[in-house]
T-cell receptor, first 111, second 117 residues
Framework: GDSVTQMEGPVTLSEEAFLTINCTYTATGYPSLFWYVQYPGEGLQLLLKATKADDKGSNKGFEATYRKETTSFHLEKGSVQVSDSAVYFC??????????FGSGTRLLVRP | GAVVSQHPSWVICKSGTSVKIECRSLDFQATTMFWYRQFPKQSLMLMAT?????????EQGVEKDKFLINHASLTLSTLTVTSAHPEDSSFYIC?????????????FGDGTRLSIL
């Protein structure tokens, strides 16, 4: 079945460092891809999404490009802030709109 | 923006009791609601999908008689964990979406932490 694999955390960075969180997927069809963020004590929030190959999703300085050839959707940010500390989930949805999540990557940004 | 409210946020109860968790969409009509379970430091696992006015569709391995789902209105879905036991302790999260199409994202509640003694 469909699945999502993302890098294990925690990822610890200093403020203003460059961030990459890797995400790859396995799917039989043409899924939509998402990044969700979960701040401490809160629910999941949609960060960005891409619905077809070569689409780039972006929000709040975060970007991810839907790469069909490498089945990847890596999350990047050029300069992280302390407030970006959270757990990030990569996910895909198929035609049934069910979300399949990766295991989550905890990001800790130090001042 | 769209808000999904989940209640209670934390519940502790004795083994054998039943626990009801509510999921409400506050400013939109949720034609579809999803229930997830999240173990510590693990991903969210979809338990079931519920559409308003119809029976829920359960994922493989999820006991429908154990986890009763009701989606009686366009703004409310409930998950009842019947005769709960310690192995049912987990973090339960609901989400809701309206309409169809990829432009309608899922909006998530803040989750309910269930602890069975």
């Amino acid at each position: 079945g469909d699945s999502v694999t993302q890098m294990e955390g925690p990822v610890t960075l200093s403020e203003e460092a460059f961030l990459t969180i890797n995400c790859t997927y396995t799917a039989t069809g043409y899924p939509s891809l998402f990044w969700y963020v979960q701040y401490p004590g809160e629910g999941l929030q949609l960060l960005l999404k891409a619905t077809k190959a070569d689409d780039k999703g972006s929000n709040k300085g975060f970007e991810a490009t839907y790469r069909k050839e490498t089945t990847s959707f890596h999350l990047e940010k050029g300069s992280v802030q302390v407030s970006d500390s959270a757990v990030y989930f990569c996910a895909l949805s198929d035609s049934s709109y069910k979300l399949i999540f990766g295991s989550g990557t905890r990001l800790l940004v130090r001042p | 923006g769209a808000v999904v409210s989940q209640h209670p946020s934390w519940v502790i109860c004795k083994s054998g009791t039943s626990v009801k968790i509510e999921c409400r969409s506050l400013d939109f009509q949720a034609t579809t609601m999803f229930w997830y379970r999240q173990f510590p430091k693990q991903s969210l696992m979809l338990m079931a999908t519920s559409n308003e006015g119809s029976k829920a569709t359960y994922e493989q391995g999820v006991e429908k008689d154990k986890f009763l789902i009701n989606h009686a209105s366009l703004t409310l879905s409930t998950l009842t964990v019947t005769s709960a036991h310690p192995e049912d302790s987990s973090f339960y999260i609901c989400s809701a979406r309206t309409g169809t199409g990829d432009n309608q994202p899922q909006h998530f509640g803040d989750g309910t932490r269930l602890s069975i003694l």
